[in-house]
């Protein structure tokens, strides 16, 4: 089991919600930033952990945790991305797999 852990730094999904047409309580009270150790808790769990700073890392450790006989382990992949850029990057995104699927 693989998991890859997209750590924005906390409430940034809220973004992507009706609430976040409210910015007058958005950032009070959802936007929480946190600051969990995720490597600490993989340890005290026995899980492998493994934190990437670039793609290229990312890439390298995602194609060797797929070559593991078994076990889990988190793969955490840290974003600079605010969280408004990030609900433009994911529509954007979006945009282009919808044209690439209405292509086929």
């Known amino acids: ?49 493994t934190l990437c700073s670039s793609t290229t890392d990312f890439e390298t450790e995602y194609a060797r945790a797929q070559l593991r006989p078994r076990g889990a382990c988190v793969i955490e992949a840290r974003v600079g991305l605010d969280h408004e850029q990030n609900v433009r990057e994911h529509k954007r995104l979006e945009e282009a797999v919808v044209r690439r699927v209405t292509k086929e």
């Open 1 to 49: 089991l693989t998991i890859v852990l997209v750590n924005n730094g906390g409430g940034g999904i809220f973004n992507f919600l009706p609430i976040a047409r409210h910015t007058d309580v958005l950032s009070k009270f959802f936007n929480e930033p946190h600051s969990v150790d995720f490597a600490s808790a993989c340890k005290a769990f026995g899980i492998d952990y």
